[in-house]
Structure formats: C-alpha cells, structure tokens
C-alpha cells in the first residue's frame, strides 16, 4: 500500500512540475478568463450597449405618408425608455436627390449614424423603407424599425377598429403553460412532485456540465495514462519498475495520480472561470440566469458522481492497457483510436439526446457499460427513471469494470516486457496466459 | 543451501524456444557469470530469475522459498539498456526507485549522495537523465539497481558504455557488493572481467548450456596448446618440430601454437640449443579463446 501512494506522489509531483503540462494548463486558464468576459468586452467596445445614442435621420415632407411613418417611429422609440435611437426629421427642399445629398452631407459630418429612405408604398401599408448606413450589414437598426412599425401598424389598426383600451389590454396580456413533470411510480429521484421546468432546467445545465466534465476527464486523463505508461516502455525504465512494484500497484497508482491532476485541472479552471463570473462588471449577467442550485435534486447529483468515477476508473484502465502494448510513442495514437472513438460516441449520444432523454436509443445506452456513465446522468436528470433500473445499470458497469481489470492488468503485465511490433491479438493472448497477476 | 537455486528451466516464446535446461546455484557472496552469444538466452534467463517472466518449466528459489511478490525489494537489477526515466532529475527518480524498495526517502536521499560522491559524480544529483554522457548514465543505473542494498543482484553488460577508469572503479564496487554477501548474476561479454570476478560461469549457446562450472575446472580442461616465448637472438626452424602448427612472431616474441603439451619441452629444448632464454611459458587457453571456440564452433 505504501508503493501505492509512492506511485501516486511520484505521478502527480512529475505532472505537475512538467513545463509543458503547466504551460497548457495556464492558456487554457487565460483563454477561460478572455471567455467568461467576452460579452463584457463586447459591450464596451459596442459603446456600453444602451449609452451611446445612434441618431437617425428622415426628411420630414409635409403630410406625404413617408413623413408621417418617420414622425410615428420618432415618437415611437421617444417613448421606449433606454431606445438608444433618436429620429430627426429634417425640412425637404422639394427636390428628393438635393435631400438625399443633406442626409450624406450630415451622416458624413458624424452627426447622424445612418438615414432612412422611402419609396414606394406597399402592401404593409408603409412605404418601402431602406436604412443606410456606413456601417457593414447593420441589422440591429433594420430590425428594431420592422418591430416598431408592426407595433404602430398594430395599435393603428385596433385603434380604427373601436376598441376600448381595456380590450386592447386583454389582447396583449401574456398567456403562460406551465411543463410540470410528474412521478407515475417509485422512481431513483426525489419523491412525490415529479420534476417541475424549473428543475428541469437547472438539471438539464448540470448534466450538461457533469457530461462534458466527464468526457473532458477521461480524454486528458486516458491520453495521458496511455502516453505515460508508453513513455515509461520505451525508456525501459519499466523493467527497473516491475521488479520494484508490482505491475498492479503500479499501474493503479499512476491511474490515480492522473485522476487528482485531473481534477486540480478541471477545478481549478471552474474557480478561475467562476471567479470570473463573479467579478462586480459580470455579476449582473450572471443575475439573469436565476440559478438556483438548492432545486437540484442530491440523488442526481449523487449518482453522478458514481457514475463519473466509475466510468472515469473504467476508461482509464483500458487506456492504461492500451498504452501498454504498444512500444513507441509514435504508434500511441493509433492503439487508443478505438477507445477515443467510444468516448467520443457516447459523450455525442448524450448531447444529442438531451431533448429526447426518453428514447430508445438512451435506454439501450445507459445500460452499454462504456456509454452508461454519459448518457444515464440524462435518465437520471430528466426522466422519470426506476431506481431498480440504475442499480442495474451501475451493476453491469461494476461487472464491466473488474473485467475490464483483471484484463487489462493482464494485458498491462505481459504488454510492457513486450517489445518491437505491436503484438497481435493471438500473440497478446497466449503471453497472457503465462501470467498470474 | 545456496540462496539462488535456478533449478533446470525452460522458456518457449511462441515458437522458439528461448531458455531450455539451464540450472544453476549462486552462493552468498558469489558473483556467478553468465556468457553467452547474442540471443543465447542470458536475458530471459535473468528476466525468469527478477520474475518478470514465468519459466514453463523448472522453477527457481530464492532462500529456499519460491517467487513472491515480498522478494521485490531484495533485488536489484541493472538492465543491459538505459532504464531511466530521461527528463526527470537524478534524484528524483533515484529515491523514487529507492522508496518502492522499501527505504525511507531521507535514507534514500543520503545512500545516493554516498553513492555519486564515491563515484565521483556529486555534481549530477540535480541534473536530468538525459543530460548526462552514456558513462555517466550507466553509473546511475548502476546505482539504481544497488542503492538499496540488495541480496540479489542482476546484471546484464553492467560495465557497457564506461571508459577503463570508470570500469575499475565498477568492478571494485561489485568486488565488494560481493564481499558483503549479496548474490550476483552477472552478464557480460567482456572474457576479462569473468576471469577477474566469477567464481562459476555458464556458457549458453542457442537456449542451451554448453559450458558450467568452475573458471579454474573449465580452463583445466581445455588443453594448454600454446607456448610464449622470448629469447635473446631469434630462433629458427621451430615450425620443423612436428606437432607444431604455427609460429607467431610478435613485436617482442614468438608465439608457438602447439598440438599437444608434451610439444612444449621440445621446443624449450630447441631454442636454448640455439640462443639464450628470457621467457618461456605454457599458456593456459584464455576465456575469450575457450568461448570462441566453444560457441564460434558451434556456430558454423
């Protein structure tokens, strides 16, 4: 036992000295922070969002209905506090090209930010409108015109028709469906009420983040049990090492370490992204989202957890086994495609299932060992799921995984006196036999 | 009974058969020598003692007891290629070595300073593996399979890669690692050092023994067939005497190969009739000469 915890002091002490290991861990820190700002930095380079006014000209020609189209968005967006357009009709000269030349004139002065033109009435019942602006596609002003016209030509029109403002009131009055979940029998989550869309919600982020948190783990971590077991062979250093340690210890102990690198890394890239969010100019970003963790339900979260560190001590074992058989560093990529692959399509069938957590395809899933730890976070966040149907899920990923040992220790034992060409199936397999573990 | 009984085993790898019938005891404080050509089997045959590998027949016993994991920490092996990690510093992976084999890290820490200041390398305790020139790279390994003072020790080609300096001060370390008691199986293909620190060797050959026993037993029974001679003025007619097969002639004497012993005192004979004598002398056949003829025979 006490070899164990060398192995694994030794693992995590060399990880985290490692240049190269740092290095990547701090852009991906940087990279973090530059994110989590991104829609700070934005608004301030776009003007603070509500502060800098766009002043929009017109030409404001007696009673045509052009005229009357731009007064009514002027009044409009007068009226929408924190509109950051302002209209300003200007007086026509009678002659439409000399009025156009006052608008460039002016827009080209900075005193406006763009104009509008009209032409032709259409079938709206408005004249044909086109904005221009110096600006590249700017459609924000575009569609922020088009809703107001259908407000005014909205109101316009009930207005006609006689309505009392009361009845205008009862038109525009939200109408609100609830989604509430329901428990139809003794089920793995918490009792009674069944899952409301709140709840659901807040589940739907966590499994989302428990999902990618998983994959992340297990794609960092496998890689670097594969290519550290692999460093370990072609240095030969492996020779000095099995007639130190037993090959078990030594490999569990390294699988280990890399699960505590693991997760110093993901941790701290969730501090310093929700130290981030926390900073005063982010915090009321993070107010709209109205996370309220206290909703969810502890059953989730704890057979997430399970699943997350069986399905992550399972990949990892195979990763090590694999990173035994093959000799040379350049050959790793090749030998673990198989297992990326597997983890690729079960993190994929449980992002994309996420709408429809019911389907056939994720109830054959949550039970295939090498899937279940991905997609039956969804039954468990979103469905009504059995608790007899986890247990038995979690016991064929249990089975799976002191399969999965013994095998793989098996594998790791003969692969890494093994040298030369990756060995054949056939070849792994009778060497394998003159190994007790 | 010997603490190392290697006890007739065989090893097949998938077709071919690696180690077959080899049998062998090492004594406390015996340094026993394994020769061989390439691929003879020495490897395997040491890789089956360490238990890296089964054999599939035969079995070995350590102290009178068979292989278990507790015997761990009482070997000490020095592989024939680096088996270092190359980016982490001595130090670190020296008392790493040391602590799987059961020693503290402070004595682990102060059984290295001893061992690099004695071989006259202090300087590379910080430094990494790959940093270091191949000699200096070979004592580490060196020190890594010792540094925790083991009963058994595997060395295959330990002294590959040193100067002649660094040879001597090699070979007095395992003179006295032997002196202390240890067990040590020892490969090489260095003829010399086998005469200077075996007591008994075996000569492998394609998996199987061809030669055991004792340096002294086995040179005994190799016919002395050559004679040395230095002489005041030169001698002739030497290759007239029957039973001599050829003459040598070196920078500062002859050498006269011979067919039989009793040769010997004719030629003695026939050289002082002609000259006066400075050095006259039967040779004893060399390791080197009875391993080249023993496996470069066979070869053909």
């Known amino acids: ?437 | 009974m010997n603490p190392l009984v290697v006890n007739n085993v065989v090893k097949h790898y998938a077709d071919k058969t690696a180690v077959s019938g080899v049998q062998f005891e090492v004594s406390k404080g015996e340094i026993y020598g394994l020769l061989g050509a390439n691929g003879a089997g020495k490897t395997t045959t040491m890789r089956m003692i360490l238990g890296l590998i089964y054999p599939d027949q035969g079995d070995i016993r350590y102290n009178g007891k068979p292989y278990s994991n507790e015997l761990l920490k009482n070997f000490g092996y020095l592989p024939e290629e680096r088996g270092l990690y190359p980016k982490i510093r001595v130090s670190e992976q020296l008392i790493y070595l040391a602590q799987l084999k059961g020693m503290s890290a402070k004595d682990a820490d102060r059984s290295l300073k001893n061992w690099l200041e004695r071989f006259e390398v202090p300087e590379n305790y910080n430094k990494r593996v790959e940093e270091l020139s191949k000699g200096n790279q070979q004592k580490i390994q060196f020190i890594s399979a010792v540094i925790h003072n083991p009963q058994f020790i595997i060395m295959d080609e330990a002294f590959s890669g040193l100067d002649p300096v660094n040879v001597e001060l090699l070979k007095a370390t395992v003179k006295e690692l032997r002196d202390n008691g240890a067990s040590i199986v020892f490969s090489t293909h260095r003829m010399e050092h086998v005469e200077e620190l075996c007591r008994n060797i075996t000569i492998l050959h394609r998996s199987k023994e061809v030669i055991k026993g004792s340096v002294k037993d086995i040179k005994s029974k190799f016919p002395k067939e050559k004679v040395w001679l230095q002489t005041k003025q030169e001698v002739t007619g030497l290759d007239q005497i029957t039973g001599v097969k050829a003459v040598h002639r070196h920078e500062n004497g002859l050498e006269v190969e011979i067919a039989d012993e009793k040769v010997a005192s004719q030629i003695l004979n026939h050289a002082l009739s002609q000259t006066e004598i400075e050095h006259f002398q039967v040779k004893e056949p060399t390791l080197n000469e009875i391993f080249i003829r023993t496996v470069g025979d066979r070869n053909e």
């Open chain 1, 1 to 437: 036992m006490s070899n164990f915890w060398t192995v694994v002091r030794f693992t995590v002490m060399n990880k985290l000295k490692a240049k190269a290991f740092l290095i990547s861990t701090l852009v991906f820190l940087l990279i973090i922070s530059v994110v989590v700002n991104i829609p700070y930095i934005v608004m301030q380079f776009q003007g603070g969002g509500g502060d800098k006014v766009q002043t929009i000209g017109y030409i404001q020609d007696g009673d045509t209905l052009a005229a009357t189209t731009g007064q009514q968005l002027e009044q409009y967006f007068a009226n929408i506090e924190g509109s950051n357009l302002v209209f300003k009709g200007f007086a026509t000269s009678g002659n439409a090209a000399s009025d156009e030349e006052t608008l460039k004139s002016e827009l080209n002065a900075g005193e406006l930010y763009s104009y509008l033109q009209f032409g032709e009435v259409t079938e709206s019942g408005f004249p044909e409108i086109s904005v221009k602006s110096e600006k590249l596609l700017d459609y924000s002003v575009a569609s922020q015109i088009e809703g107001a016209l259908q407000v005014i030509r909205h109101n316009n029109i009930l207005s006609e028709a006689g309505l009392t403002d009361q009845q205008m009131k009862e038109l525009q009055a939200p109408i609100v469906v609830d989604a509430v979940q329901i428990k139809g029998s003794l089920s793995a989550g918490n009792e009674g009420e069944g899952k409301s869309a709140e709840e659901q919600g807040i589940n739907m982020g966590i499994i989302y983040f428990i999902i990618i948190f998983l994959f992340m783990a297990v794609m960092i971590s496998g890689q670097m049990i594969a290519s550290e077991v692999t460093a370990e062979k072609s240095s030969r250093v492996m020779e000095v090492l099995i007639t130190s340690v037993s090959p078990l210890t030594s490999m569990f102990g390294k699988i280990t370490g890399m699960f505590l690198i693991v997760i110093i890394q993901l941790a701290s890239y969730l501090a310093v992204g929700a130290i981030n969010l926390s900073l005063p100019h982010n915090a009321d970003m993070l107010k709209e989202f109205n996370i309220d963790l206290s909703v969810v339900d502890p059953m989730l979260l704890v057979f997430s957890g399970l699943y997350f560190l069986a399905g992550f001590f399972l990949f990892a074992t195979l990763y090590a086994a694999l990173g035994s058989i093959v000799s040379r560093t350049e050959d790793l990529g090749n030998a673990v495609m198989p297992m990326t692959f597997i983890s690729l399509a079960g993190f994929y069938i449980a992002i994309f299932s996420i709408s429809t957590p019911d389907s056939l395809l994720v109830k054959i899933c949550s039970h295939i060992p090498l899937f279940s730890p991905f997609v039956m976070v969804l039954r468990l966040g979103l469905t009504d799921i059995a608790l007899w149907e986890v247990l038995i899920s979690f016991a064929i990923l249990i089975v799976t995984i002191y399969l999965a040992v013994v095998v793989s220790a098996k594998i790791y034992r003969t692969g890494v006196l093994m040298y030369g060409k990756r060995p054949s199936f056939k070849e792994l397999r009778k060497a394998m036999k003159a190994y007790k573990i």
